[in-house]
């Protein structure tokens, strides 16, 4: 098996360039080019370019600082004729068996197996009279059409919510006024009480001030009577004197008894309640965005915020007859066509499913294959983690006419668990960090790192948009949401998810996870904050989940682990 797969590697190893030299190329050799002549209409290595220099001294070589002038220059190969996967050269094949067009590049590298690989001249005789080629303009104008009539309703869309901000700030006033009224009702309620309690204190002082009058006079006529009866019979002087005495008495009474009071005063104490209420109140409402979607969007598949249920349950067995022992599926993927691609890690071999979920075909690879994602078209990768570094990596498979046909290899210099494919780029789970590569194999960055707590990183999905990205930790028993840049912004833990393994996110933003230990599977909000619904346990089928996928196709949940059986949940 090992030799096999180093012959195949041997054979898919040649390097691929954007621009070949062309004096190279014409003799059977794959060289890089550097230089492009503008005159020649040919690109040139460093060697061979020193060869054109001598022959033509007076031509203009472009160097790589222009490369885009390589592209523009007359002669390259036309934007439209030019192979996406390799720039510098023109389509001239067509492969039938995956119905792509081709530069003797791609044929090379990537169709070596391919049986039906026909030129275009051959495979475009009679197409301007094809039906379907005259009636391409229509079809552009009325996208173009469609597109306009769509730009018009944003730009609608747009004054409509400008409006809504106007509508917004009146209601708002209105509130102000309301709560401005409250307030003023309340000052008023606030200052008549004020008013009361000081009328009353006036009243006591205006009181204490004519006793103060009252009493002076009194004690200023009985000094003028005293004085006088004291010039006449001692009798009248002695009268005055005990009317004085009890004059002097009552008087003392009612000094003490205003004395008590120094004075009247009146305090303030605020009610902070009222202040502690208004600062609680962040905004004078909920301010939610609203997207309305069209009649078609209504679907569950496309609604982020559904809540799936479960319609039913169904096993399928995916065991083979020469199969060595029970299946434990670790990867799961699904085609463009409808096939799925399993990676079975006991029996070391990726097998190629129908709709059906029946075995049609199978790749042996070398032992350990942890995970299976799909790439593009009809090309899957496989994660291999084997004790040998040199098997270790990520193996591409095609799946063409239901055969599996092993491509190319991409090797890393950390363990390979888990892969995930989004925007041109790989991520790859070594166990414990989150790594982001090229499709060519260049590492990017180490997106996340957890080294404490055994498996930290099993396995990722990224959203749709590629701005979250859910990373399982078996170790801790948690589901990881970071944002694109690794930034951590949430973690979820729930009595229903032990070990978790697999994630997946849906188109629309769905995310599901199934846990080993647990024997479950979860449904989980889209900010990977809380458990929505668990939708199978143990007793539903489950056997220590490992990986599961999201069928929009089929709107069902396609879970492996270990038994030998795909468990399909259908789902409304």
């Not at 026909?118 to 005259?134: L, M, S, T, W, Y």
């Not at 096939?339 to 075995?359: P, T």
């Not at 056997?543 to 399909?568: A, M, Y």
Request: include cysteine; charged fraction near 25%; charge should be positive.
């Amino acid at each position: 098996m090992a030799s096999k797969f180093e012959s195949s590697i041997q054979r898919g190893c040649d390097f691929i360039h954007d621009f070949s030299c062309s004096p190279c190329e014409e003799n059977g050799f794959n060289t890089e080019a550097d230089h492009y002549c503008t005159q020649c209409t040919k690109y040139y290595c460093q060697n061979c370019v020193l060869k054109h220099d001598v022959l033509y001294q007076k031509h203009a070589v472009l160097g790589r600082k222009d490369v885009k002038k390589w592209e523009a220059a007359p002669g390259a190969v036309d934007a439209l004729e030019r192979c996406g996967m390799h720039p510098g050269e023109a389509l001239k094949l067509v492969c039938a068996d995956h119905d792509q067009l081709c530069c003797h590049v791609c044929v090379a590298v990537d169709h070596r197996q391919c049986s039906k690989i026909h030129p275009i001249p051959d495979v475009a005789k009679g197409i301007q009279r094809n039906i379907e080629f005259q009636q391409i303009p229509k079809k552009i104008a009325e996208l173009e059409k469609q597109f306009e009539l769509m730009k018009e309703a944003r730009m609608k869309n747009t004054t409509s919510l400008k409006k809504t901000r106007a509508a917004i700030s009146d209601e708002l006033k209105t509130i102000r006024k309301k709560i401005n009224d409250i307030i003023d009702k309340i000052e008023r309620a606030t200052l008549q009480d004020v008013d009361g309690i000081i009328a009353k204190l006036e009243k006591n002082i205006k009181k204490d001030i004519e006793t103060c009058d009252k009493m002076t006079i009194e004690l200023q006529n009985m000094i003028a009577a005293v004085q006088t009866k004291s010039k006449s019979s001692e009798s009248k002087s002695y009268i005055a004197y005990r009317k004085s005495q009890d004059m002097i008495s009552r008087a003392n009474d009612h000094l003490r008894g205003i004395s008590v009071i120094e004075c009247y005063n009146v305090t303030f104490q605020a009610n902070n309640l009222i202040e502690e209420l208004l600062s609680a109140v962040k905004t004078f409402g909920a301010i939610e965005e609203q997207t309305v979607m069209t009649k078609q969007r209504k679907d569950p598949l496309f609604d982020p915020n559904h809540v799936f249920s479960v319609a039913e349950y169904k096993k399928y067995n995916v065991k083979m007859s020469d199969d060595k022992g029970e299946c434990d599926i670790l990867g799961i993927c699904e085609l463009p066509s409808g096939e799925f691609v399993i990676a079975d890690w006991n029996n070391c071999k990726v097998k190629l499913l129908d709709k059906e979920y029946r075995v049609l075909d199978h790749c042996d690879v070398p032992e350990y294959q942890r995970d299976v994602c799909h790439i593009d078209g009809n090309e899957v990768a496989v994660c291999v983690d084997s004790g040998y570094a040199d098997r270790r990596g990520l193996y591409f498979i095609n799946a063409t006419k239901g055969k599996l046909v092993y491509t190319s290899k991409l090797s890393f210099t950390h363990r390979c668990y888990a892969a995930a494919h989004h925007g041109g780029q790989l991520y790859i789970s070594s166990g414990n960090a989150l790594y982001v590569y090229t499709m060519s194999g260049q590492k990017v960055k180490m997106l996340y790192e957890d080294k404490f707590g055994g498996m930290t990183v099993r396995k990722c999905g990224i959203s749709n948009d590629g701005k979250t990205i859910y990373i399982t930790n078996s170790g801790k028993h948690k589901l990881i949401t970071l944002d694109n840049k690794g930034n951590k912004l949430d973690l979820l833990t729930d009595p229903d998810m032990k070990h978790p393994t697999g994630v997946h996110v849906t188109p629309a933003g769905h995310v599901f996870v199934c846990c080993k230990d647990s024997n479950t599977v979860l449904q989980v909000d889209k900010d990977g904050k809380k458990k929505l619904a668990t939708l199978a346990r143990k007793e539903d089928g489950l056997n220590l989940p490992q990986e599961l996928f999201f069928s929009s196709r089929t709107s069902s949940l396609i879970v492996g682990g270990w038994n030998g059986t795909l468990l399909v949940i259908k789902l409304i």
